[in-house]
C-alpha cells in the first residue's frame, strides 16, 4: 500500500499564490504517474494536472497558465504551483499516484480562494 500525503492548502485572496506538496511512501516513486485533482463543493471530482513518470504533463483548460505541476523523484514528491487563484479554484485538492493496478490518493488539502 502507498501512503500519499498532501499539504500546503490554506486561504488565500484572489490573485495570490499557494505551493500545494504531496510526498509518497513509494520507493518506485519515479514509475508512477501523478496527479493533482479537485473537487469543489457540490461538484465531481476533476483533474487538474498530471506529470507522467517521463516528465510529461497535461493541464485542465481552466489552469492553464495559473498552475504549474512539477515532481521531485529523489523526493518521491510532487507540487503544484498555484498562481493568479480565482475564487472559483476553491476546492479540495487531491493528489493521487498511479502505476499499473496500483491507484492511490491522499485525503485531500483545502484551498479556499476568498477576499
Known amino acids: 500500500q502507498v501512503q500519499v500525503v498532501e499539504s500546503g492548502g490554506g486561504l488565500v485572496q484572489p490573485g495570490g499564490s499557494l505551493r500545494l506538496s504531496c510526498v509518497t511512501s513509494t520507493r518506485l516513486f519515479s514509475m508512477y504517474a501523478m496527479g493533482w485533482y479537485r473537487q469543489a463543493p457540490g461538484k465531481q471530482r476533476e483533474s487538474v494536472a498530471t506529470?507522467?513518470?517521463?516528465?510529461?504533463?497535461n493541464y485542465a483548460d481552466s489552469v492553464k497558465g495559473r498552475f504549474t505541476i512539477s515532481r521531485d523523484n529523489a523526493k518521491n514528491s510532487v507540487y503544484l504551483q498555484m498562481n493568479s487563484l480565482k475564487p472559483e479554484d476553491t476546492a479540495v485538492y487531491y493528489c493521487?499516484?498511479?502505476w499499473g493496478s496500483g491507484d492511490y490518493w491522499g485525503k485531500g488539502t483545502l484551498v479556499t480562494v476568498s477576499s
Open positions: 506529470v507522467t513518470g517521463g516528465g510529461s504533463t
Open positions: 493521487n499516484a498511479k
